[in-house]
């Protein structure tokens, strides 16, 4: 029996819901790239399809369009983009937690660890 990656891990989300916005608006690819000022349908079915990720202006583009926010349309790599960023922030608070205390510098690096607590403390998702 053939696996169905899509429902591996039913509690994450899609890396993005495109084609389910799409389909709820009735529009077809071709209408929806035409709207976006898209080259033609296949640049939506890639979109769509995982195959490409968009750029930053045809994703806010697609937000316009669906009245969605892009972090919802694109609910999976916001997720993969928030875990990264996350991660890469504790490795860098850590770094910045054993850097000396005096010197030129030592202004700057409070400053940024103080920024890090406030960020983490400020209840923002």
């Known amino acids: 029996m053939p696996s169905n990656d899509n429902h591996v891990h039913p509690h994450e ?11 709820k608006t009735g529009f077809t690819q071709e209408d929806v790239a035409g709207v976006l ?19 930053l202006l045809v994703a806010l583009s697609y937000e316009a369009f669906y009245r969605v926010p892009v972090s919802e349309i694109f609910a999976g790599l ?7 960023v996350e991660a890469q922030l504790a490795e860098y608070e850590n770094y910045l937690g054993k850097q000396s205390g005096a ?15 406030e960020r983490r403390n400020s209840g923002f998702k």
């Open 78 to 84: 916001a997720t993969t983009a928030e875990f990264n």
């Open 13 to 23: 989300p899609l890396a993005n819901y495109l084609r389910t916005h799409r389909l």
């Open 37 to 55: 000022r898209l080259i033609n349908r296949d640049v939506v079915s890639r979109h769509e399809r995982q195959e490409k990720v968009p750029t």
């Open 103 to 117: 010197g030129p510098r030592a202004a700057s690096v409070a400053r940024r660890l103080e920024w890090l607590i």
